[in-house]
């Protein structure tokens, strides 16, 4: 740990009240322009930082973490999701990885039940037709969507975000079922009524509606792949808010667009920025830019969490939300 202040090379724009209380505990270098680190300044700036203040738009592997500085200790990333760190590879270097979980739990949950809704009851396609001038009055059969209280919701992966998902949807009346790698404590589950699937893919042939919160691993990769895909009723839709590669997301497509599964909301894809054009075309799809944790309540405190991880790291402590990496 070096006695001057450590050098911190944050690599994208932050909220203001984050980066100012950046450059008063650190040498902090900022990103004042927003535009995504390309891979020859991230290699110049591994090489030189004490702590790397890294976003989901860095692509941080083991080529990277090879041309670290003797000096780079930390990679404090600002979101919870590390997929695009390679975390094994910066632990055997020596380097610790945090993430900032919890915070941004809620907000997520909360646009994961929007997409359901916006999904289910057509609300962008009733919005696009208002403005485009289709709107000429009321009709008994025009904008039909499907009723959201009474359907299943099979969650795929009951962690924070996954169980915060299901409190919202019991209070919308959904039926909660979920798989995940082991049943959650007989409290939760009673609170939330919710039925546990050990098997993934019986639980996909019985909900309308599936929506994923796992974190992005390789065994996760294509956990809904093509073949899951089919095994879902004509009518059910599809959520993710967690990550792309969750998904298979061309089978998606081709399903969606063959009328074999009804609908879509979409926040996250499996080559962002890059989206599936035709899926961009598709009137069933719902889809949002990674905007789960858009809000500035969340933004602000993920900032707060990247400074306590290199505040306590700086003191000599271990910082409290260091990545673990058989924890994923
Ligand atoms: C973040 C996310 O905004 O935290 C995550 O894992 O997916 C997003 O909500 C993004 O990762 C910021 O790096």
């Given at each position: 740990?070096?006695?001057?202040?450590p050098k911190v090379i944050v690599t994208r724009k932050l909220?203001?009240?984050?980066e100012?209380?950046m450059?008063?505990?650190f040498d902090a270098e900022l990103n004042l322009t927003d535009e995504p680190l390309s891979r020859k300044a991230l290699i110049e700036a591994v090489g030189r930082c004490d702590v790397l203040a890294s976003t989901i738009t860095d692509r941080i592997d083991s080529a990277l973490i090879e041309k670290a500085g003797?000096n780079l200790?930390l990679i404090a990333n600002f979101g919870?999701?590390?997929?695009h760190i390679d975390?094994?590879?910066a632990?055997?270097?020596?380097i610790?990885?945090?993430?900032?979980?919890?915070?941004?739990?809620?907000?997520?949950?909360?646009?994961?039940?929007?997409?359901?809704?916006?999904?289910?009851?057509?609300?962008?396609?009733?919005?696009?037709?208002?403005?485009?001038?289709?709107?000429?009055?009321?009709?008994?059969?025009?904008?039909?969507?499907?009723?959201?209280?009474?359907?299943?919701?099979?969650?795929?992966?009951?962690?924070?975000?996954?169980?915060?998902?299901?409190?919202?949807?019991?209070?919308?009346?959904?039926?909660?079922?979920?798989?995940?790698?082991?049943?959650?404590?007989?409290?939760?589950?009673?609170?939330?009524?919710?039925?546990?699937?050990?098997?993934?893919?019986?639980?996909?042939?019985?909900?309308?509606?599936?929506?994923?919160?796992?974190?992005?691993?390789?065994?996760?990769?294509?956990?809904?792949?093509?073949?899951?895909?089919?095994?879902?009723?004509?009518?059910?839709?599809?959520?993710?808010?967690?990550?792309?590669?969750?998904?298979?997301?061309?089978?998606?497509?081709?399903?969606?667009?063959?009328?074999?599964?009804?609908?879509?909301?979409?926040?996250?894809?499996?080559?962002?920025p890059?989206?599936?054009?035709?899926?961009?075309?598709?009137?069933?799809?719902?889809?949002?830019?990674?905007?789960?944790?858009?809000?500035?309540?969340?933004?602000?405190?993920?900032?707060?969490?990247v400074?306590?991880?290199?505040?306590?790291?700086?003191?000599?402590?271990?910082?409290?939300?260091?990545?673990?990496?058989?924890?994923?």
């Open positions: 740990m070096p006695t001057r202040k909220p203001d009240s984050v100012t209380r450059r008063e505990l003797e200790k919870a999701g590390v997929d975390v094994a590879a632990n055997a270097k020596g610790i990885v945090t993430n900032t979980p919890g915070v941004l739990t809620e907000d997520t949950a909360d646009l994961t039940l929007t997409l359901m809704m916006a999904t289910l009851r057509r609300v962008i396609e009733g919005a696009n037709a208002v403005q485009a001038g289709e709107f000429t009055g009321w009709a008994p059969t025009w904008m039909l969507g499907r009723r959201i209280t009474g359907k299943r919701l099979g969650i795929v992966g009951m962690g924070r975000i996954g169980s915060a998902v299901a409190r919202r949807a019991k209070a919308f009346g959904l039926q909660i079922h979920y798989h995940n790698r082991k049943p959650v404590s007989h409290l939760v589950a009673d609170e939330l009524e919710a039925t546990y699937w050990d098997s993934l893919d019986q639980m996909l042939a019985r909900v309308d509606i599936v929506s994923v919160h796992a974190p992005a691993t390789p065994a996760s990769f294509h956990l809904l792949s093509g073949r899951r895909l089919k095994l879902l009723q004509p009518h059910a839709i599809v959520i993710n808010t967690a990550r792309g590669s969750l998904i298979d997301e061309e089978s998606l497509t081709e399903l969606l667009a063959q009328g074999k599964i009804a609908g879509a909301g979409l926040d996250v894809f499996e080559q962002e890059r989206i599936n054009p035709k899926l961009l075309k598709l009137p069933n799809a719902v889809l949002l830019p990674h905007m789960g944790s858009a809000t500035v309540e969340a933004r602000v405190d993920m900032g707060e969490k400074i306590i991880n290199i505040k306590t790291w700086m003191d000599g402590h271990r910082p409290p939300d260091r990545v673990i990496p058989q924890m994923l």
